[in-house]
């Protein structure tokens, strides 16, 4: 955004000192917006309990919430509900979803557009429609409260999506690799099996961490499905803090920190492929 | 068969086109089988390869999907479906009403009440976020001192599980002890019943959900802009077009695809936003934040009796508006020329 009248003495993309103050100025608003509520959280799980609506920044610090957390609830049965039911959610999803994503995104064949618009539209649906029956349908089996029948519920969310995702990212791999597997003579399923894999290594760790954190943070299947202290996953364990009536804010926070820290880590680091991966597979269908 | 390269397979299957069955017919066969033959010879490869998703969508997807429509059928409820109480099994009574479910549910201003704030509520959600984050990315899009550090920072809120934020967000909204409330008052402005008054709860919520959202929009617009040619905007400065008219006509139109794509991503997620509005206000106060799909939950899961059978047919409206939505927006796709 040059200012029209000495345009000719600055060269080109250098903004005015003015300018370049707007867009700072702007940025931080924008940043101090974003990483507010998140900072404030981190600092309230490290004031004593009494203090946790103190307007301090910083207050006798203390870990005492953690200590807390660690020794009266059942936080760790939360979190190791919610690493059981992610955990298996993901591999099993990338793993039935990975050679689907390879044909559709290499075959042409009868049946290929019905089923591409199958995922599509399956990825829209609302938990609202499955969720009655499948709890019912999980009533009959015994599996409510059961992390199985969780696991059940969220391949349904799974599964469409990792194939959508791959199908995307084995688009990035060149087709000439694929050739020079059949010239060498592998059958599709040994080229698929010995080339094409490992080349999308990156690929299945990207969707697999997106199958993993939708699983995480997860709420209405698991509040619906999962009740009583050692059955909750953190979705619904957190929301135990938190009712109408009593605020725990301090364990509230505390536990909020040790949900969001491996999970941000991660996402750091996934977040560049993350976008790629959705949005190609939507735009090249 | 194993000579057959994907190119060729895909080749092939694209010539055939949907006449291909006459054309192999006059060439080379004449009676149907051979000619399923054939096509399991050519795809059964692809078809081995699909198996396991079929096979998993349709028990896990479609089956429950036809019994919720015939849920929505019938008069069930928590008392009268088959359970287990103990060592007692007992055995489902619901019967079936036919279409009544949807009348009572059409007929009921409520219905009504919940579609128009969904729909507003998903307008708002994805023309603000859209907007806030068009902005940002076009910021972020220039060369500056500490942009890593920005781009860090504003992704922060994807980064966190959503749930969590939620809770944060509950924390500053809260009314006596929430720090908004309290940096309010330190200006001296009373405090603000956040979540406590019908329409401040509304914006709480569209707030909160535009916070969640922005990050996305930001880093797949930012991807947008990024694969749009420099030399674009260098012929167009040459040219003499002002700020505005580049970013009019370049910038807009470069990122028509990526922005027709996040767009249509963020309203189905905004429009099926549970957690927002279960953690942050349960729906309340009373029910004035209450969505679609937050309704069809509080139906089966939330009041008493559970009405699975009312559930379920808000659960079948809701998914019919969807594919009305997908169907419109697929045809303005098409009009304007896109693959899809």
Redesign the interface.
């Known amino acids: ?2 200012v029209t009248t000495d345009v000719s003495v600055r060269k ?2 250098e ?1 005015s000192p003015l300018a ?1 103050t707007g ?2 100025a ?2 931080i608003v ?2 101090v ?3 507010f ?2 900072l ?2 981190v600092l ?1 799980s490290i004031k004593p309990a009494k203090h ?2 103190s ?1 301090d920044f910083v207050k006798e610090p203390t870990l005492d919430n953690y200590r807390y957390l660690v020794e009266s609830t059942s936080f760790f049965t939360w979190f190791g509900n919610s690493v059981l039911v992610a955990g298996i959610t993901t591999v099993l999803g990338v793993f ?2 990975a ?2 994503g ?3 995104s ?7 557009k019905p ?1 591409m618009w ?2 599509l ?17 999980m ?2 089996l ?1 599996l409510l409260n059961q992390p199985l029948g969780l696991i ?2 969220y ?2 969310i799974a ?2 999506f990792c ?1 959508w995702m791959m199908k995307g990212f084995f688009d990035t791999i060149p ?1 000439e690799i ?2 020079s597997g ?1 010239v060498d ?1 592998l ?3 040994g ?2 099996w010995r080339l094409i894999l490992p080349l999308a290594k990156p690929g299945l760790a990207v969707t697999g961490f997106y199958a993993f ?1 939708t699983a ?2 997860e ?2 299947y698991a ?2 499905f999962m009740v009583g202290d050692e059955h909750l996953t ?2 619904g364990g ?2 135990t803090f ?1 009712t109408q009536y009593t ?1 725990n ?1 301090g364990a ?2 505390a536990a ?1 920190v040790l ?2 820290i491996p ?2 880590f991660f ?2 680091f996934a ?2 492929h993350l ?2 991966g ?2 190609a597979g ?4 | 068969m ?6 060729s ?2 080749k092939a ?2 010539d055939e086109g949907p006449d291909a069955p006459a054309v192999r017919g006059r060439s080379r066969m004449t009676d149907k089988r051979g000619g399923a033959r054939r ?1 399991l010879a ?2 059964w ?6 198996a ?3 096979l ?2 349709g028990v ?2 479609g089956w ?2 036809v ?2 429509v015939y ?1 929505s059928l019938t008069d ?1 409820n928590e008392r009268n ?4 109480i103990g060592a007692n099994h007992i055995e489902a009574t619901y019967k079936f009403v036919g279409l009544d479910n949807y009348a009572d549910v059409l007929a009921d201003p409520v219905f009504l009440q919940r579609l128009v704030w969904t729909i507003t509520w998903t307008v708002l959600c994805v023309s603000i976020t859209f907007a806030l984050g068009l902005a ?1 990315a076009t ?2 899009n ?3 001192r ?1 942009r890593a550090a ?1 781009r ?14 939620v ?6 909204f ?1 009314r006596d ?3 908004l409330n ?2 309010l008052d ?1 200006g001296g402005i009373s405090a603000i019943p956040w979540l406590d008054d019908p329409t401040w709860a509304k914006v709480s919520v569209i707030a909160v959900n535009v ?1 969640l959202g ?3 929009m930001m ?2 617009l930012l ?1 947008g802009l990024q694969s749009i040619p420099g030399e674009l905007y ?1 012929a167009a ?1 040459m040219d003499g077009a002002a ?1 505005w008219q580049r970013f009019r006509h370049i910038t807009l139109p470069g990122l028509r ?2 922005s ?3 767009i ?2 963020s309203t ?1 997620w905004t ?2 936003m ?2 927002v509005i ?2 942050l206000t349960r729906g309340g106060p009373g029910d004035s934040t209450e969505i ?2 937050t309704q ?2 509080r139906e ?2 939330v009041s008493s009796p559970r009405d ?1 059978a009312g ?2 047919t ?3 409206l ?2 019919a508006l ?2 009305i939505f ?1 169907l419109v927006y697929r045809r303005s796709l098409r009009k304007q020329g896109e ?2």
């Open positions: 955004m040059t080109r993309g903004r370049s867009l700072h702007t940025l924008a940043s917006i974003a990483v509520p998140v404030w959280v309230t946790a609506i307007t039935i979803a050679t689907t390879y044909a559709v290499r075959f042409k064949f009868p049946g290929m089923l199958t995922l539209i399956t990825q829209m649906f609302p938990m609202a429609i499955l969720i009655v029956p499948l709890y019912n349908l009533g009959q015994g059940i519920t391949l349904t599964v469409p194939a087709v694929d050739e059949r003579g059958n599709p399923f080229t698929f954190i995480w943070g709420v209405a509040s619906a953190l979705a957190l929301q938190v605020s804010w509230m926070s909020s949900i969001a999970a941000a996402f750091l977040q560049r976008v790629a959705m949005t939507a735009t090249k269908g | 194993a000579a057959h390269t994907s190119q397979v895909a299957a694209d096509a050519t795809h490869y692809a078809w081995a390869m699909i396991p998703v079929v998993v969508l896990i997807i429950p999907l019994r919720g849920l069930a479906v088959a359970r287990t940002l910021m972020l220039r060369q500056f500490g920005y860090m920072a504003l992704i922060l809120p994807w980064a966190v599980p959503g749930f969590v934020s809770f944060a967000w509950r924390f500053l809260n002890s929430g720090i309290k940096l330190g916070w922005v990050p996305f880093v797949a991807g260098e400065e700020p695809a990526v027709m794509t996040v249509l991503l189905i429009f099926n549970f957690p279960f953690l679609l799909v069809a939950f089966a899961f699975f559930s379920a808000w659960g079948v809701i998914l969807l594919m997908a693959v899809w």
